[in-house]
T-cell receptor
Framework: AQTVTQSQPEMSVQEAETVTLSCTYD???????LFWYKQPPSRQMILVIR??????QNATENRFSVNFQKAAKSFSLKISDSQLGDAAMYFC??????????FGKGTRLHILP | GAGVSQSPRYKVAKRGQDVALRCDPI?????LFWYQQALGQGPEFLTY????????KSGLPSDRFFAERPEGSVSTLKIQRTQQEDSAVYLC??????????????FGEGSRLTVL
């Protein structure tokens, strides 16, 4: 069975600094997708960034980028120029061809002013 | 509607009561998912629909949990004879995805169930 592991329950970063959230996963599939979702205190989850496993190029969305290491089954999220609005729970998620998306336990990110 | 809508937002039930949680997905979205999120945890998969077909219900914790999507749009998650361990936020998500398409999941705000 596929699993997603986020080893950092909480992280803190100074405003305007850069922070990296870690995620590892386990799968025997070769074709799958990875996501980072953000859940602010209001609770509604929103997609931050996604990566197709067949693409070697790391995905980037403005201040958010990933470091996708397929062989190591690692998918970290880098947030540059951290802003107060980035404070939230961040969930790493995995999806294969059967459409089920599996989430990690999350990392709570604090932004220090 | 513009987003995924869930009702009720908050539900308090006495142990043993039945509850029904409703999800209105984004119009035209093929896939609909239910997740259970305990406090401080990640969402745990419960069940998945593609249109009206329930393709995966492997995450339903017991036979007290039942989900349906009879017309391929609105879905209801029913929990019979609620127990305290059922207390959680129940998240609904929909996606314009089918099979290999990497459809983004759009989440509702969730229904927080508290069982006393």
């Amino acid at each position: 069975a596929q699993t997603v592991t986020q080893s950092q329950p909480e992280m803190s970063v100074q405003e305007a600094e850069t922070v990296t959230l870690s995620c590892t996963y386990d799968t025997s599939e070769s074709d799958y997708y990875l996501f980072w979702y953000k859940q602010p205190p209001s609770r509604q989850m929103i997609l931050v960034i996604r990566q197709e496993a067949y693409k070697q190029q790391n995905a980037t969305e403005n201040r958010f980028s990933v470091n996708f290491q397929k062989a190591a089954k690692s998918f970290s999220l880098k947030i540059s120029d951290s802003q107060l609005g980035d404070a939230a729970m961040y969930f790493c998620a995995y999806k294969n061809r059967d459409d089920k998306i599996i989430f990690g336990k999350g990392t709570r990110l604090h932004i220090l002013p | 509607g513009a987003g995924v809508s869930q009702s009720p937002r908050y539900k308090v039930a006495k142990r043993g009561q039945d509850v029904a949680l409703r999800c209105d997905p984004i119009s035209g979205h093929v896939s609909l998912f239910w997740y259970q999120q305990a406090l401080g945890q990640g969402p745990e998969f419960l069940t998945y629909f593609q249109n009206e077909a329930q393709l995966d219900k492997s995450g339903l914790p017991s036979d007290r949990f039942f989900a349906e999507r009879p017309e391929g749009s609105v879905s209801t998650l029913k929990i019979q004879r609620t127990q305290q361990e059922d207390s959680a936020v129940y998240l609904c998500a929909s996606s314009f995805s089918s099979g290999r398409y990497t459809g983004e999941l759009f989440f509702g705000e969730g229904s927080r169930l508290t069982v006393l």
